[in-house]
């Protein structure tokens, strides 16, 4: 089955009860309000944080202020500062806030020795994560281009006075803001009291970022996500300035609260994700009555996979499963029956596709239990198989025929690899428009996946055919169907100044 444009949804469908629909709302009803932009950084905690129902009467306790003698010592490295007249000086700052994923150490990794082989000076942020710190600094130094980067942490120091302070500060303004935050929104729609946790975080991380700004210069900065902490905080803080901002896609774009891009720039993976980002932005803004800030969408590549040109393999005839049956996904997006179905449609092509010999299935990074598959190998214990804990998604991919799975990144990658990549889909599923580049050929209604799977495994022919047809898609969503090339050139265009 095909889908036409008229049976797609627009941006984004959810299924009832997901939480994303819920941080949608109350995402349009802040950003709307004179407050929009100072409560910016913690937009994305909506789609954990937000409820059905009135606010609750109660209102959060005190919180508890630093003592009077941590207050005192706390301030005396931002009197030092205050009185020094020299600053930070540097071409480009660089923030990763990476999780603890390989693939993201690597990315910042690339984008901070591009730009310092393309001759700027370098300093690269680190927030709270020591072996962040570790991995870039042994990147820089194997490059041999610690002349031109520093690798520093944001102040203050974790474990000292200014540091107890600064938290103390965060948990005062998270106080105020949880209150200003529920007072702004629907009638039908609260913030839970365990919000105010997460936002003291983050105001703290806004405090020290505030502070730290006053002693440095910089003309551009690069942050990995415009909606992590202290992503947001530079991304607010530098509209008021002429330094200019860019930030990069991190994935599929799955939930509207990534939005809008206060950065001036949109480092994406290809045509599609700028066409539909720059949609979504535009979207915001009239329905808000504010401005889009974002001014420029560049279609860069593959910003975290490799990209190898793969040949489906022919015997045997390998399915690799990409599950993506998680809790923060079934809760998130809806997807508790989405999984379930998917899990169906899959075992229905193993009893019923003449030419499948094997199923391979890769569990999300965050399904330990395997939840959902956990019984298929001991049925079909000579057809059915999990992927190997720890082995890569090349691994996976080069010992397959063809590949399925929703919206997962791991499917797109596959695609631009040259393998049949099938998105199964159907009308009240979780829908993202950042995957229309796929729909007519690759999008696949799960009662008809068993038979279309076995049409595409029905000969090397018909394998190269469909091939093909991922590969064409695939040029739409990365730019020209490949990876970032993290040289010169790109490091001057992703560099370059953007005027207000």
Not at 403 to 432: D, I
Request: charged fraction near 25%; include cysteine; glycine fraction near 8%.
């Amino acid at each position: 089955m095909t889908f036409a444009g008229s049976e797609m949804p627009g941006s984004f469908a959810y299924p009832p009860g997901a939480r994303a629909a819920l941080a949608a709302r109350a995402q349009m009803a802040l950003w709307a309000s004179p407050e929009g932009r100072r409560l910016y950084p913690y937009f994305a905690l909506l789609e954990t944080h937000i409820h059905p129902g009135k606010a609750a009467s109660r209102a959060l306790p005190p919180p508890r202020r630093a003592g009077l003698s941590a207050r005192l010592l706390g301030w005396q490295p931002q009197l030092a500062g205050r009185v020094s007249v020299r600053k930070l000086r540097c071409d480009v700052l660089v923030v990763g806030e990476c999780r603890d994923r390989e693939t993201e150490y690597r990315l910042m990794a690339r984008i901070a020795c591009s730009a310092a082989e393309a001759g700027h000076s370098v300093l690269y942020l680190v927030c709270g994560n020591h072996e962040e710190h570790r991995r870039i600094h042994e990147a820089v130094r194997s490059a041999g281009l610690e002349s031109r980067v520093t690798v520093m942490d944001l102040p203050p120091a974790a474990g000292s006075l200014a540091a107890s302070v600064t938290c103390a500060e965060g948990r005062l303004a998270a106080h105020k803001d949880w209150q200003t935050m529920g007072s702004l929104l629907p009638e039908d729609l609260k913030i839970s009291e365990g919000a105010y946790d997460a936002m003291a975080g983050i105001a703290s991380v806004r405090l020290a970022w505030q502070r730290f700004r006053e002693k440095i210069d910089f003309d551009v900065a690069i942050v990995r996500c415009h909606f992590t902490p202290l992503g947001a905080s530079i991304a607010e803080s530098e509209m008021d300035r002429p330094t200019t901002v860019a930030t990069t896609q991190h994935g599929v774009i799955c939930s509207p609260t990534w939005f809008p891009i206060l950065t001036d720039r949109y480092i994406c993976f290809g045509p599609a994700s700028a066409a539909f980002a720059a949609r979504l932005d535009a979207e915001i803004a009239e329905r808000t009555g504010r401005e889009a800030i974002c001014a420029d969408f560049l279609p860069s590549g593959s910003l975290y996979d490799a990209l190898p040109p793969l040949q489906p393999q022919h015997q045997p005839r390998t399915l690799l499963v990409i599950d993506q049956n998680t809790r923060r996904g079934s809760q998130l997006l809806g997807m508790q029956e989405q999984n379930g179905e998917f899990a169906g449609a899959i075992e229905r092509a193993l009893q019923s596709c003449t030419n499948l010999d094997r199923v391979i299935i890769r569990p999300h990074p965050d399904n330990k239990a395997r939840e959902g598959w956990a019984d298929l190998p001991e049925r079909y214990p000579s057809r059915v198989e999990f992927s190997r804990p720890g082995s890569s998604l090349e691994e996976n991919l080069t010992a397959s025929s063809a590949v399925a799975g929703m919206f997962s990144g791991a499917v797109v990658t596959a695609a631009a690899c040259g393998l049949p990549a099938l998105f199964v889909w159907r009308e009240g599923w979780y829908y993202t428009g950042d995957l229309e580049c796929f729909r007519d050929r690759l999008f696949t209604h799960p009662e008809e996946l068993p038979q279309k799977l076995d049409a595409i495994l029905s000969s090397p022919a018909s394998l190269s055919e469909w091939s093909m047809v991922a590969r064409e898609a695939a040029r739409q969503y990365y730019r020209d169907g490949g990876e970032c090339p993290f040289d010169r050139e790109w490091a001057e265009r992703a560099l370059a100044l953007v005027s207000r």
